[in-house]
């Protein structure tokens, strides 16, 4: 029986490809590593759970440890009073630098936010999700680079994660459609920001886990995802990025097309809008032929599009950031363009604050603003520090019952 009254650690040595089981009686236990749990050539050493504090404390092959906060199915995420930040990958760069060299970040102002950043996250103040934008930006850098970015990500991160946009883009548009339908009273609820192992993965790898996984499969996953993670941000060797040509030259036409037209910008919005929909549509056929198991799909007006869309928390800031890029025949449509809008407005829509690049960042800023959202999307470190501290988030030791 998995519990924490039987059991008080599990070590995992995947060096010596050996788990280690230390009872509350003091009974020790030790055997080899099932194949499926080894990881061969891998940077992590070693993984202990700790089941008083439900904890996985892993060390990597140079000595640094990680802790990471478990997860628990039958809870919900445990933030207990902390908001969530979500950092762009450049951020994170900067933060980084900051934790291992702060001689590094020769900008003083943005230093003492990140060195900020740190003490709350390190110090039970804020939560710091990872993405799957994270993982694929971090493959782009090698040797120690790689490590040092991908050790603190890890550390600061603590098993946070943002859900995989893809997923929460189903999710939303199995939402809107129950909506239209009047079926919301047994709609399924999704946690964005989550310890759940592999969640910043697709459904559509063996990674994550489902409300079908079995319990021991579940604990397993929880234990073990955190090397995974680990071991994938900190790969010595570079993952060559795919161009994304045809991604690029696809919306670079559209963007062509809206411009030919010459039409009023009101009118050129509407078409827009209508092509993004056009684009993305088959999310919502899906939903709605699972949900009514029909092959018929309504035809929604321009003015029921406006507010189907912008009812999403995430599709409604990525159908802005389409529009505003197809309706502007200056864009330039750029193959970090996929990341940056999809992970950035995700968490846009449920990260209590954000810190992007500045590009993206100022979209999403005003497209929070033209559908009469919260703005809470910053640029720099210090703009984004100096709205969490004046919000209220202090470090556990800052509180005053730990004075």
């Known amino acids: ?10 070590q995992l040595d995947f060096q010596n490809e050996t788990i280690r089981i230390v009872c509350q009686d003091g009974q020790i236990l030790e055997e080899d590593l099932e194949p499926r749990l080894r990881a061969r050539d891998s940077q992590v050493a070693s993984s202990i759970f700790d089941w008083e504090r439900w904890w996985i404390w892993s060390t990597t092959t140079r000595n640094d440890l990680i802790i990471t906060e478990g997860f628990n199915p039958a809870s919900p995420p445990p933030f207990n009073g902390r908001p969530s930040v979500y950092l762009d990958q450049n951020r994170w760069r900067t933060v980084a630098d900051t934790l291992h060299d702060p001689d590094r970040v020769k900008n003083a102002t943005e230093r003492r936010a990140a060195q900020d950043l740190i003490r709350l996250a390190t110090d039970g103040g804020i939560v710091l999700p ?39 883009w189903k999710h939303e548009a199995e939402l809107a459609i129950r909506s239209h339908l009047g079926l919301m009273e047994s709609a399924p609820r999704l946690h964005p920001i989550t ?49 994304l040509v045809k991604w690029i030259d696809h919306h670079a036409r559209i963007t062509s097309q809206m411009h030919s037209e010459n039409l009023p910008k009101d009118q050129r919005r509407r078409l827009a809008r209508r092509r993004y929909w056009n684009e993305n549509i088959g999310f919502y ?21 406006v507010s189907l869309l912008s009812a999403s928390p995430m599709v409604g800031l990525v159908s802005e950031l389409f529009i505003r890029r197809f309706v502007d025949h200056q864009s330039k449509w750029r193959r970090n363009d996929l990341i940056d809008v999809f992970h950035l407005s995700s968490a846009a829509a449920y990260a209590t604050y954000v810190c992007a690049e500045t590009y993206t960042g100022t979209q999403l800023r005003d497209a929070q603003r033209a559908l009469e959202r919260s703005e809470t999307v910053f640029t720099t470190l210090d703009d984004l520090v100096t709205a969490i501290r004046r919000d209220g988030a202090r470090a556990e030791s800052e509180q005053p019952s730990s004075r």
């Not at 029986?1 to 599990?10: C, L």
């Not at 970015?149 to 946009?165: E, F």
């Not at 056929?285 to 599009?305: K, V």
């Open 1 to 10: 029986m998995i519990s924490a009254d039987r059991y008080k650690y599990w």
């Open 130 to 168: 990872l993405s799957m934008g994270h993982m694929l930006e971090t493959a782009g850098l090698h040797s120690d680079r790689r490590y040092e970015v991908g050790v603190a990500m890890a550390r600061l991160a603590g098993g946070w994660q943002i859900r995989n946009p893809l997923e929460l």
């Open 195 to 243: 310890t759940e192992p592999g969640a910043l993965f697709s459904s559509d790898t063996t990674l994550g886990i489902t409300d079908e996984t079995p319990d021991t499969d579940k604990f397993m996953a929880m234990l073990t995802m955190p090397n995974v993670v680990l071991d994938m941000l900190i790969e010595p060797e570079q993952t060559p990025k795919d161009p």
């Open 285 to 305: 056929m899906d939903a709605y032929r699972r949900l009514t198991h029909s092959a018929d799909f309504p035809t929604f007006s321009d003015g029921r599009l």
